[in-house]
């Protein structure tokens, strides 16, 4: 049974027409003990089929051990979504409800290489000169979720040092132990920076660039 229904197909596949260069899905799954890696695999089958330009890549978890480390991923399902390069987005957790219409957002924008942001913000992210790791927590049936998640995307669309993970909060509870996920979106920036709730562009580019600063101070 499809995931994706006949009545969106057409909505979607107008909007893929956006992308201008072609998007590689690079889905890293297993058959056993993945809670909604096989949904998640279909509904990205499904995604890719409606675009001449989405090309779909599968790859074991297990068996692909070194292709998984070269793209640091250490958890499934995920998803990257890459173009020209890998700008650092990635999916760990089924991308529905929701998060779907962020998936395609997000696909627009990397297959444009621009991360559709305004030029303060732009200027701002030139700073960011060290790794910097975003996680958006998520859950599908949040409203104000997507906008965070395509907001850390955009921000490591911008800048090759940051990169930025949805993680669906249920899906994996031992890190939303962790990181005390009680109310969705919620971001983590480099582990020690919480932030709660859909913040704008500046609040986001503010607290990322405090990371820099905690960095300095360390040294």
């Not at 107008?14 to 260069?21: A, F, S, V």
């Not at 932030?195 to 990322?208: D, H, M, N, T």
Request: hydrophobic letters at 40%; charged letters at 25%.
């Amino acid at each position: 049974m499809a995931i994706i229904e006949e009545k969106d197909k057409q909505v979607i596949q107008k909007r893929l027409q956006e992308m201008t260069d072609p998007v590689k899905i690079i889905n890293f799954t297993q058959e056993l003990e993945c809670q909604f890696c096989r949904e998640t695999r279909q509904l990205l089958e499904e995604l890719a089929g409606l675009s001449d330009k989405l090309i779909m890549q599968v790859h074991n978890f297990q068996l692909d051990k070194d292709i998984a480390a070269a793209y640091k991923i250490d958890k499934i399902p995920a998803a990257i979504i890459e173009g020209a390069k890998d700008y650092g987005v990635r999916y760990y957790g089924i991308p529905a409800g929701y998060e779907f219409a962020a998936l395609l957002d997000t696909i627009i924008e990397v297959s444009k290489g621009d991360s559709g942001l305004g030029d303060s913000t732009r200027e701002k992210l030139k700073e960011i000169t060290s790794p910097v790791h975003i996680q958006v927590y998520v859950t599908p049936t949040c409203p104000y979720c997507p906008k965070a998640v395509q907001l850390a995307h955009a921000m490591a669309i911008e800048n090759d040092n940051i990169t930025a993970d949805m993680v669906e909060a249920t899906e994996f509870p031992h890190l939303a132990q962790k990181y005390h996920i009680h109310g969705v979106p919620k971001t983590i920036i480099n582990e020690d920076i919480h932030v709660e709730g859909a913040v704008p562009e500046f609040r986001l580019v503010q607290e990322i660039l405090k990371t820099m600063e905690k960095k300095e101070w360390s040294h």
